[in-house]
């Protein structure tokens, strides 16, 4: 059975940091697509950031550019997100994701949350102002 397991979570003052992180266990996706989501209270499930299987390509939402970075161990086949000058409006529900079909592809691809086929169960983030 595939699990995707985040940590790392938890409450911060803007302007903080935090590190997330997310560990496979029952399938290896090291060379696989890997991104993170977020969800907020109601609203809907959207993309942070993508890696691509050996870490060459990385794609951001322009919110979170300049700020968080994602990165992978393929070795430990996990992958992080680290968010620097963490606001307010970052709280939300983090989510990893893993496209098993692709090693590599495009923003517009890696930012579409149907092309992920297994998914973390969630991690909180909250920022306090």
């Known amino acids: 059975q595939v699990q995707l397991v985040e940590t790392g979570g938890g409450l911060v003052q803007a302007g903080g940091s935090l590190r997330l992180s997310c560990a496979t266990s029952?399938?290896?996706?090291?060379?696989?697509?890997r991104a993170w989501f977020r969800q907020a209270p109601g609203k809907e499930r959207d993309f942070v950031a993508a890696?691509?299987?050996?870490?060459?390509?990385?794609y951001y939402e322009d919110s979170v550019k300049g700020r968080f970075t994602i990165s992978r161990d393929n070795a430990k086949d996990t992958v992080f997100l680290q968010m620097n000058s963490l606001k307010p409006e970052d709280t939300a529900v983090y989510y990893c994701a893993v496209d098993s079909r692709y090693y590599t592809g495009s923003y517009q691809r890696a930012s579409n949350f149907h092309n992920y086929d297994y998914w973390g169960q969630g991690t909180q983030v909250t920022v306090s102002s």
């Open positions: 890696i691509s299987g050996n870490g060459g390509a990385t």
């Open positions: 029952g399938r290896t996706f090291r060379n696989n697509v």
